[in-house]
């Protein structure tokens, strides 16, 4: 059974660090892609980073490049996003997904196994 958990949401500073981990299970990481999405209040769910299981490559949101860092650890079944001067138009639920395509992209509409999402709240 294919499962996906997210933890380390709560309430940062604008301009504050955060880490999200997905951890996995039913399935080895590297036999599938992990994308993360946010959805804001009222707002469509959006693409924000991704992790190919060919070559782990990686790939960026325009808004999130050079802020935001994903990686996996193969041997925890996790997959981390690390979040750097974060905004407050980034409040919202930080979702990971994963996806049996080789390389990864930011459509949520190719990832069909979904977390429940972890509460991310930038404010002062």
């Known amino acids: 059974q294919v499962q996906l958990v997210e933890s380390g949401g709560g309430l940062v500073q604008p301009g504050g660090p955060l880490r999200l981990s997905c951890t996995v299970s039913g399935f080895f990481l590297n036999y599938k892609s992990i994308g993360w999405f946010r959805q804001a209040p009222g707002k469509e769910r959006e693409g924000v980073s991704c992790?190919?299981?060919?070559?782990?490559?990686?790939y960026y949101a325009d808004s999130v490049q050079g802020r935001f860092t994903i990686s996996r650890d193969n041997a925890k079944n996790t997959v981390d996003l690390r979040m750097n001067s974060l905004k407050p138009e980034e409040t919202g639920v930080y979702y990971c997904?994963?996806?049996?395509?080789?390389?990864?992209?930011?459509?949520?509409?190719?990832?069909?196994?979904w977390g429940q999402g972890t509460q991310v709240t930038v404010s002062s």
């Open positions: 997904a994963a996806s049996d395509q080789l390389y990864c992209s930011l459509r949520p509409d190719e990832y069909a196994y």
């Open positions: 992790i190919s299981k060919r070559y782990g490559s990686t």
